[in-house]
Structures are given as structure tokens and as C-alpha cells.
């Protein structure tokens, strides 16, 4: 008989949501730029190490962090919290974000080496349905994040492919919004790229050869095991444009005939030997 668990840690019941933890061992700090106010989230180091490569550098490696208390710049406390949720498998919906949140966790994914969460954002943005409302918002943050190629491609694609498709929607963007150089400009370029997106083709598909039910159709193509047609017209090799018609396949023989007068004269060949006559 096994012994029984008796750590059943809930990283986010035990360690997250407990406020002040007195197991935390370090601290990340935030500077509010407009009213110089100090705020801090506390975290573990073993945890974050635990999620990502580069907190185990920090906090482990050969060159590790002597503080345990760290400046954050490069991110507002409000989606550096989002990010350490996300890191104690505490749940997120990535649907509930603005697409400025989404660009800004992105970013923090992407210093940290998380692929599969850069991956979760992607699929989020190119899956979401773009309405005019949001359209110059998300052709901004797509600009601001320019360095982020992925999230920034993902998020120009639904903007410039839903102009393309509404075109209406760019001429109440310019009768709503106000003309400026912050939003004239992100317009144009978004309008611009629009412009350059392949249109979905609406023509119809190409009909497959009624002989040998292929698109392109194989005409003097060579029969093969996987393109035969049982009653598909073909030609032997170097026996003129005589027209036969196949009756079944077995191994590499092929049983064919020639028409006439409604009977058939049957013959067998190798399949090598048989060419398609489509035309």
C-alpha cells in the first residue's frame, strides 16, 4: 500500500489569493507616473522559476537577482498581475481583454520565452469578430507593438480584412472621428493595407475532368495505381490516338476496351502503358 499525498497544493488558493502571504519571498514594485504613488504585488520565486526559463535565471542562475524586491518599468501592475495569475494556473479569460491588455501581456510572454501563451493571444486576436467601433483602437495598439511581429500582424489582419470586406465602415470612421494626426494617420496606414489584401475570391471553383476526375485534369498524363478512373477514356503509348475505355485495375494490369457497335473488345496491358485522353 502507498503511502497517501500529503501535499495537494492549490497554487492559487494556498499561495495566490492569499493576501499578505507570508510565504512570499519576493515583490515586484509599480510607480503610478501620474501620482508618483508606490504599489507592489507579491509573489514566489520557486513558483515563477517553476513557469519560465528566465525567472529560474533571475532567481537561481549564475547571476541571479540579489533583491528581493524588484523596480517593474516596462509594464503597468495591472497586467503584470494578470501575468502572475496566469504563472500560478490561476484562471484568465483572454476574451475579456482589450486588445491594449492583450498587446501588453504579449509583450511580457514574449521577454519571458512563454510560447504557448504568445500562441494562446494570437489565436485569441485572429479569431475575434472586428466591429467598426474597435477598428482605428486595435489598428493603433497594432502599430504600438510593431516590435511584437506576431500579435501586431494578427491584429493588423482582422483590422485591414474587415475594411476590406465593409468598406462602409472606413467612411463613418472619417465622418466620426475626429481628424487628427493620431488618428488620420493609423487610418490611412490601416486603409492602405486594406487596399493591399488579397480580396477572397468568389469565383467558382474549376470544374474537375468528368474523365479522369481530377482538377487539372491529367490529359496524356501516365495511369497510375492511385489516379485510376474505372471507366475513364485512354490511350496505349505509341499505338496512335485509338480511345479505349478501362474496365478494372488488378496489380499493375489494367483491362480495357474498345467500343463498337456497343460491344466491347477487351484487352489487358500494363498500366505504364496507358496515358488518359481527357480531350
Same mark, same amino acid.
Given at each position: 500500500?502507498?503511502?497517501?499525498?500529503?501535499?495537494?497544493?492549490?497554487?492559487?488558493?494556498?499561495?495566490?489569493?492569499?493576501?499578505?502571504?507570508?510565504?512570499?519571498?519576493?515583490?515586484?514594485? =509599480?510607480?503610478?507616473?501620474?501620482?508618483?504613488?508606490?504599489?507592489?504585488?507579491?509573489?514566489?520565486?520557486?513558483?515563477?522559476?517553476? @513557469?519560465?526559463?528566465?525567472?529560474?535565471?533571475?532567481?537561481?542562475? *549564475?547571476?541571479?537577482?540579489?533583491?528581493?524586491?524588484?523596480?517593474?518599468?516596462?509594464?503597468?501592475?495591472?497586467?503584470?498581475?494578470?501575468?502572475?495569475?496566469?504563472?500560478?494556473?490561476?484562471?484568465?479569460?483572454?476574451?475579456?481583454?482589450?486588445?491594449?491588455?492583450?498587446?501588453?501581456? =504579449?509583450?511580457?510572454?514574449?521577454?519571458?520565452?512563454?510560447?504557448?501563451?504568445?500562441?494562446?493571444?494570437?489565436?485569441?486576436?485572429?479569431?475575434?469578430?472586428?466591429?467598426?467601433?474597435?477598428?482605428?483602437? %486595435?489598428?493603433?495598439?497594432?502599430?504600438?507593438?510593431?516590435?511584437?511581429?506576431?500579435?501586431?500582424?494578427?491584429?493588423?489582419?482582422?483590422?485591414?480584412?474587415?475594411?476590406?470586406?465593409?468598406?462602409?465602415?472606413?467612411?463613418?470612421?472619417?465622418?466620426?472621428?475626429?481628424? *487628427?494626426?493620431?488618428?488620420?494617420?493609423?487610418?490611412?496606414?490601416?486603409?492602405?493595407?486594406?487596399?493591399?489584401?488579397?480580396?477572397?475570391?468568389?469565383?467558382?471553383?474549376?470544374?474537375?475532368?468528368?474523365?479522369?476526375?481530377?482538377?487539372?485534369?491529367?490529359?496524356?498524363?501516365?495511369?497510375?495505381?492511385?489516379?485510376?478512373?474505372? @471507366? *475513364?477514356?485512354?490511350?496505349?503509348? @505509341?499505338?496512335?490516338?485509338?480511345?479505349?475505355?478501362?474496365?478494372?485495375?488488378? %496489380?499493375?494490369?489494367?483491362?480495357?476496351?474498345?467500343?463498337?457497335?456497343?460491344?466491347?473488345?477487351?484487352?489487358?496491358?500494363?498500366?505504364?502503358?496507358?496515358?488518359?485522353?481527357?480531350?
Amino acid at each position: 500500500m502507498a503511502a497517501p499525498n500529503i501535499q495537494t497544493i492549490d497554487l492559487v488558493a494556498t499561495l495566490r489569493d492569499i493576501s499578505p502571504n507570508p510565504t512570499s519571498d519576493v515583490s515586484f514594485t =509599480f510607480v503610478d507616473q501620474s501620482t508618483g504613488k508606490t504599489s507592489q504585488l507579491a509573489a514566489h520565486k520557486l513558483v515563477l522559476a517553476c @513557469g519560465s526559463t528566465v525567472f529560474m535565471a533571475q532567481f537561481y542562475g *549564475s547571476t541571479k537577482e540579489k533583491e528581493d524586491s524588484i523596480h517593474v518599468e516596462d509594464s503597468s501592475m495591472t497586467t503584470f498581475k494578470v501575468f502572475l495569475d496566469i504563472l500560478y494556473n490561476k484562471k484568465v479569460l483572454l476574451k475579456s481583454m482589450d486588445y491594449q491588455l492583450l498587446g501588453e501581456l =504579449f509583450y511580457l510572454a514574449d521577454k519571458h520565452l512563454l510560447d504557448p501563451l504568445k500562441d494562446a493571444i494570437v489565436q485569441e486576436v485572429s479569431t475575434r469578430k472586428m466591429v467598426t467601433e474597435e477598428v482605428l483602437e %486595435g489598428a493603433k495598439v497594432a502599430e504600438t507593438h510593431a516590435h511584437l511581429p506576431k500579435f501586431s500582424e494578427a491584429l493588423f489582419e482582422i483590422c485591414s480584412s474587415f475594411l476590406k470586406d465593409n468598406p462602409e465602415s472606413a467612411l463613418e470612421m472619417c465622418d466620426n472621428e475626429e481628424v *487628427s494626426e493620431e488618428n488620420s494617420l493609423p487610418l490611412h496606414r490601416l486603409m492602405a493595407r486594406a487596399n493591399r489584401t488579397k480580396q477572397k475570391s468568389t469565383a467558382p471553383p474549376a470544374p474537375i475532368c468528368s474523365n479522369c476526375k481530377h482538377d487539372p485534369c491529367l490529359h496524356g498524363e501516365q495511369l497510375t495505381a492511385d489516379n485510376f478512373v474505372e @471507366g *475513364s477514356s485512354v490511350c496505349v503509348y @505509341g499505338y496512335g490516338l485509338l480511345v479505349y475505355k478501362t474496365v478494372k485495375l488488378e %496489380g499493375s494490369k489494367v483491362t480495357f476496351g474498345h467500343i463498337k457497335a456497343n460491344l466491347y473488345f477487351p484487352y489487358q496491358a500494363h498500366i505504364a502503358m496507358l496515358k488518359f485522353c481527357c480531350k
